[in-house]
Nanobody, 119 residues
Framework: QVQLVESGGGLVQSGGSVRLSCAASGRTFRSYAMAWFRQASGKEREFVAAIIWSGGNTYYRNSVEGRFTISRDSATNTMYLQMNSLKPEDTAVYYC????????????WGQGTQVTVSS
């Protein structure tokens, strides 16, 4: 079982920056990929960014490309999301996720952290 704990959310002004962290723990963490998703109030959850744990390849949704950077620290099993030039439409609960035995499915989820961007 893998446990994921997010931190780093909060209230920030439009144009500001926030860095989210996701610490993974549990029996021999060996996920193929980890990702960030977000869910705004009244909307469906959406993909934000993903990183392949071993190779470091990264993927982003179009609306955050160039503003957000996903990264990981293999030594501490921690994933990060650096969010710059934030916009009010980035306001959401951000969740980290990790794949399990199926590399195409995110089986493990964190509890979420709120990011609110004021205009």
């Amino acid at each position: 079982q893998v446990q994921l704990v997010e931190s780093g959310g909060g209230l920030v002004q439009s144009g500001g920056s926030v860095r989210l962290s996701c610490a993974a723990s549990g029996r021999t963490f060996r996920s193929y990929a980890m990702a960030w998703f977000r869910q705004a109030s009244g909307k469906e959850r959406e993909f934000v960014a993903a990183i392949i744990w071993s190779g470091g390849n990264t993927y982003y949704r179009n609306s955050v490309e160039g503003r957000f950077t996903i990264s990981r620290d293999s030594a501490t099993n921690t994933m990060y999301l650096q969010m710059n030039s934030l916009k009010p439409e980035d306001t959401a609960v951000y969740y980290c996720a990790a794949t399990g035995q199926d590399q195409n499915k995110y089986d493990y989820w964190g509890q979420g952290t709120q990011v609110t961007v004021s205009s």
